[in-house]
């Protein structure tokens, strides 16, 4: 089947202007997370759906970072008044279960943002 | 917390030669390690993991990697390297968070020359 899709694949925004990036997991995939990756560095943890609920978002930089899930499939990550320290690829991965570790998590290609 | 360290933001091999990427974790629990490879502008693929068991866990395109907790290691290795193993390659371990986020580590470039 499909796998994890994202969409734009490629962003560019003026310095404070909102975006939003989209992901669309594996159907049937309960747990789906976001992460950040700047340049050169490994992909950090941003925040963590299960289903509709946000249950962790520890990982978000900052209050203009937003991220919704309402219908329990499709994910929206929303940046407010981007700053140039945004600029990153923000990866979307969806796991089949919730709360187990064994399970794998599915990447997708990841949006480049690039904030000017 | 839990963390990874990875040796060599670089590593260079000839095609055909052994291919060893270091990868040393930090954790107060019992860890679960995770190899990801990713390509040019592609999302991250994974190719093994270690949970519980057997300590030698082999994945997909020849790698395998061992866990070896006397040294906190989980290297990875592949006997032959092929110019297609060219890409860049993450050790991640899995979050004390309760909701499986993996951490990873900075990840290291593997480069096959012929």
């Known amino acids: 089947g499909a796998g994890v899709s994202q969409s734009p694949r490629y962003k560019v925004a003026k310095r404070g202007q909102d975006v939003a990036l989209r992901c669309d997991p594996i159907?049937?995939?309960?747990?789906l997370f976001w992460y950040q990756q700047a340049l050169g560095q490994g992909p950090e943890f941003l925040t963590y759906?299960?289903?509709?609920?946000?249950?962790?978002k520890s990982g978000l930089p900052s209050d203009r970072f937003f991220a919704e899930r309402p219908e329990g499939s499709v994910s929206t990550l929303k940046i407010q008044r981007t700053q140039q320290e945004d600029s990153a690829v923000y990866l979307c991965?969806?796991?089949?279960?919730?709360?187990?570790?064994?399970?794998?998590?599915?990447f997708g290609p990841g949006t480049r943002l690039t904030v000017l | 917390a839990q963390s990874v360290t990875q040796l060599g933001s670089h590593v260079s091999v000839s095609e055909g030669a052994l291919v060893l990427l270091r990868c040393n974790y930090s954790?107060?629990?019992?860890?679960?390690l995770f190899w990801y490879v990713q390509y040019p502008n592609q999302g991250l693929q994974l190719l093994l993991k270690?949970?519980?068991?057997?300590?030698l866990v082999k994945g997909i395109n020849g790698f395998e990697a061992e866990f070896k907790k006397s040294e906190t290691s989980f290297h990875l290795t592949k006997p032959s390297a092929h110019m297609s193993d060219a890409a860049e390659y993450f050790c991640?371990?899995?979050?004390?968070?309760?909701?499986?986020?993996?951490?990873f580590g900075k990840g290291t470039m593997l480069l096959v020359s012929p």
């Open positions: 759906f299960q289903n509709e609920a946000q249950l962790d």
């Open positions: 270690y949970t519980t068991g057997a300590t």
């Open positions: 991640a371990v899995i979050s004390n968070s309760g909701y499986s986020t993996l951490t």
């Open positions: 159907s049937g995939h309960v747990s």
């Open positions: 954790s107060s629990v019992p860890p679960y």
């Open positions: 991965a969806s796991s089949l279960f919730t709360g187990l570790s064994t399970d794998t998590q599915y």
